[in-house]
T-cell receptor, first 116, second 112 residues
Framework: EAQVTQNPRYLITVTGKKLTVTCSQN?????MSWYRQDPGLGLRQIYY???????DKGDVPEGYKVSRKEKRNFPLILESPSPNQTSLYFC???????????????FGPGTRLTVT | GNSVTQMEGPVTLSEEAFLTINCTYT??????LFWYVQYPGEGLQLLLK?????DKGSNKGFEATYRKETTSFHLEKGSVQVSDSAVYFC???????????FGKGTTLSVSS
């Protein structure tokens, strides 16, 4: 089954304790992205990757890192989490990017992170 | 810059009622437009899309028409069901094709 998986689905942690949220897709997609969803703000892009070893900042990258060493994986790293990073995080992937012919983005189930 | 504005929720309807969720956008050029749906506890699913002016996207009884003159992409359904209860997001693709720009989401609650 074609899917985007995220782990963990729920995480409660403390300020400053490094954590990684994993994202994996089995569709051989080149493009992957991370979004965060906050009440009243919708989803905002954190980072994206056009292919292996190619990453770039989205609208809200501060406090986050990513890596893309393999095509299928795109982990999100919080080196020193803070309470304002408490949010619902979604990973997404697609087979490419095009302005004129939109390519469907597939979303993972989400990771709910609480930083105390 | 790019932005999407959706009507505030929650929207509460009885089964078989008519649904409209308003969406307007600000963008350079003519971006592709999308409606995504998020059921409780799940990720986002693409509901429908439109790529150019006057295009109508449709799926599962939902429709939306790309209106260039009013920069709008309103979501409609003639007869909602309890199973349509979810959060609906309007979105546009940025010029580079690298990101979706989302509205804040509209919660729909349908009762029987």
């Amino acid at each position: 089954e074609a899917q985007v998986t995220q782990n963990p689905r729920y995480l409660i942690t403390v300020t400053g304790k490094k954590l990684t949220v994993t994202c994996s897709q089995n569709m051989n997609h080149e493009y992957m992205s991370w979004y965060r969803q906050d009440p009243g703000l919708g989803l905002r892009q954190i980072y994206y990757s056009m292919n292996v070893e190619v990453t770039d900042k989205g609208d809200v990258p501060e406090g986050y890192k990513v890596s893309r060493k393999e095509k299928r994986n795109f982990p999100l790293i919080l080196e020193s989490p803070s309470p304002n990073q408490t949010s619902l995080y979604f990973c997404a992937s697609s087979s490419g990017t095009s302005v004129s012919i939109p390519v469907q983005q597939y979303f993972g189930p989400g990771t709910r992170l609480t930083v105390t | 810059g790019n932005s999407v504005t959706q009507m505030e929720g929650p929207v509460t309807l009885s089964e078989e009622a008519f649904l409209t969720i308003n969406c307007t956008y600000t963008a350079t050029g003519y971006p592709s437009l999308f409606w995504y749906v998020q059921y409780p506890g799940e990720g986002l699913q693409l509901l429908l899309k439109a790529t150019k002016a006057d295009d109508k996207g449709s799926n599962k009884g939902f429709e939306a028409t790309y209106r260039k003159e009013t920069t709008s992409f309103h979501l409609e359904k003639g007869s909602v069901q309890v199973s349509d209860s979810a959060v609906y997001f309007c979105a546009l693709m940025n010029q580079a094709g690298t990101a979706l720009i989302f509205g804040k989401g509209t919660t729909l609650s349908v009762s029987s």
